[in-house]
T-cell receptor, first 116, second 109 residues
Framework: DTAVSQTPKYLVTQMGNDKSIKCEQN?????MYWYKQDSKKFLKIMFSYNNKELIINETVPNRFSPKSPDKAHLNLHINSLELGDSAVYFC???????????????FGPGTRLTVL | AQRVTQPEKLLSVFKGAPVELKCNYSYSGSPELFWYVQYSRQRLQLLLR??SRESIKGFTADLNKGETSFHLKKPFAQEEDSAMYYC???????????FGSGTKLNVKP
């Protein structure tokens, strides 16, 4: 009954390849996010989708393209992978605030991407 | 602009010692502040939020609007507290979280 799941957990690939990371949440949340955690453990938001619509797109290369087929899924596709893309990518979800209810983000386990 | 600052990258204390992880923020409205924790090889998880005024695993954090701080404190650190701690801010009008750069807490035996 995992709340936020990501696949794969580990991804090792060569420079120049195209790869995808999948994320699914079964919490019924309407907002999903992608974060990048670099080697120094700095956590930075990349994208946010609300009800399948892109609402946040931080300064991220065009090689990164999120896709949200439905509210429960937010996949991350990366083209022409570069060495600097090596990091841990976290998916998260949250629910827009309901009256009196404070929302929080629930994170997936992370996907460790290594580009050789 | 919103910004969260955690000035310490690494904090090492001995078991039983008090610990304080600093977090300062800059935001002109009324933010919501959170502390998230990431244990070794585990996902980030919410530790506590300022509005709840609760103590989780012995940790507390008080929002000081005058000093724009939300420091995380525990009077007696335990070895199992060793982890990465992230302070996060959510603006009051936008569903986006801003995370600090994280502080690694190392509790030595």
């Amino acid at each position: 009954d995992t709340a936020v799941s990501q696949t794969p957990k580990y991804l090792v690939t060569q420079m120049g390849n195209d790869k995808s990371i999948k994320c699914e949440q079964n919490l019924g949340h309407d907002t999903m996010y992608w974060y990048k955690q670099d080697s120094k453990k700095f956590l930075k938001i990349m994208f946010s989708y609300n009800n399948k619509e892109l609402i946040i797109n931080e300064t991220v290369p065009n090689r990164f393209s999120p896709k949200s087929p439905d509210k429960a899924h937010l996949n991350l596709h990366i083209n022409s992978l570069e060495l600097g893309d090596s990091a841990v990518y976290f998916c998260a979800s949250s629910q827009e605030r309901l009256a009196g209810v404070l929302n929080e983000q629930f994170f997936g386990p992370g996907t460790r991407l290594t580009v050789l | 602009a919103q910004r969260v600052t955690q000035p310490e990258k690494l904090l090492s204390v001995f078991k039983g010692a008090p610990v304080e992880l600093k977090c300062n923020y800059s935001y002109s409205g009324s933010p919501e502040l959170f502390w998230y924790v990431q244990y070794s090889r585990q996902r980030l998880q919410l530790l506590l939020r300022h509005i709840s005024r609760e103590s989780i695993k012995g940790f507390t954090a008080d929002l000081n609007k005058g000093e724009t701080s939300f420091h995380l404190k525990k009077p007696f650190a335990q070895e199992e507290d060793s982890a990465m701690y992230y302070c996060a801010l959510k603006p009051d009008n936008f569903n986006k979280f801003y995370f600090g750069s994280g502080t690694k807490l190392n509790v030595k035996p």
